[in-house]
């Protein structure tokens, strides 16, 4: 899916603006180059997945500015399942939470291409899925709970879930 990325860099900067000297406010770094990303990158790429998640299931993200953030909780309309968290990467290999901060029920999994301006879905699992995962200090000092994409269930079981239209998916089907 194309998402509006100057609209989400906007909401993004504004965010940074406001959690900057936040304990829980970091740039990220790469390991490869040692460089920082802009400092109102790690705001983006959480943006990036709730904006592609919106788009998937026909809900809104809450764009207000919260001095204190979400508490982890980005969609609270779904009552069949409860709280649901997003997380992004550019490289979603794992869904990442860190260790306490397991807030939600759902945690789901989304995929960006910043260059073609595009996101997509990889998994989703429950709050019980992530916390039997033993915490690692991975990636850096960061430690998280890691569940690897492909113990994720896929989007449109959680679609399924909730009653919202789906597209037929053969791989689906085929548990691939």
């Given at each position: 899916m194309n998402l509006d990325f100057k609209k989400i860099e906007k909401i993004a900067k504004e965010r940074h603006n406001l959690h900057e000297g936040?304990?829980?406010h970091r740039p990220l770094l790469s390991k490869k180059t040692g460089l920082t990303a802009s400092p109102w990158y790690y705001e983006f790429v959480g943006l990036v997945g709730e904006f592609a998640f919106a788009e998937d299931f026909g809900v809104e993200v809450d764009q207000s500015?919260?001095?204190?953030?979400?508490?982890?909780?980005d969609f609270l309309q779904f009552p069949k399942v409860g709280k649901i968290d997003i997380k992004a990467a550019q490289i979603p290999n794992n869904l990442l939470v860190e260790e306490g901060h397991v807030r939600a029920d759902v945690f789901v999994l989304y995929g960006f291409d910043i260059n073609k301006e595009t996101?997509?879905?990889?998994?989703?699992?429950?709050?019980?899925?992530?916390?039997?995962k033993t915490p690692q200090a991975w990636p850096q000092k960061v430690v998280n709970h890691i569940v690897p994409k492909f113990e994720l269930n896929h989007i449109n079981k959680l679609k399924q879930m909730l009653g919202i239209e789906c597209e037929y998916d053969i791989f689906q089907e085929l548990g691939l």
């Open positions: 936040q304990s829980s500015l919260k001095v204190d953030g979400d508490g982890g909780k996101a997509w879905s990889v998994g989703w699992t429950y709050k019980e899925e992530v916390l039997a």
